[in-house]
């Protein structure tokens, strides 16, 4: 989300343009201007694209694919630490994704990822991502 100040930022950019002469011709932009304007709007692509991105997700989906790749077939579970399940929980936030969490047999909270649960190992490196496996 684009916040307040960026807003306000471009809105005051773009209604710095000169006034007409005469009233006559549209309003004429410094070299200045224009360079504050396209640096504003840049600021505002990098903040959208930055939300909209999955980066969080990369290391696990990595997991994810190599353990496809041999075993024909999604994981079952991947056990994570804090750091990466709240990511992957902030991902789902921000990306207005259903969360479906859940704890397993041995009471550890789940969250799934695709055909993967996540388990949250909280004893664990907070960067920690497991080896994949299955239900066994």
Sequence with gaps: MINRRELLTLGGLLGGLDAP???????????R???EITDALKSINDTLAAQKSSD??????KSQND?????SKY??????????????YDWHIRMQQPL?????????YT????????????DSVPTFIGIPYDNR
């Design 100 to 108: 479906v969490a859940g704890r397993d047999a041995n009471g550890r």
């Design 21 to 31: 002469e005469n009233g006559s011709g549209a309003g004429q932009l410094s070299e």
């Design 75 to 88: 994981p079952d579970f991947i056990d994570v630490g804090l750091t990466v399940w709240t990511e992957v």
């Design 33 to 35: 201007g224009v360079k």
């Design 56 to 61: 969080a997700l990369a290391p696990v989906r």
């Design 67 to 71: 353990y496809l790749r041999s075993n």
């Design 111 to 122: 969250l799934m990822l695709g055909f993967t649960a996540l388990v949250l190992r909280p």
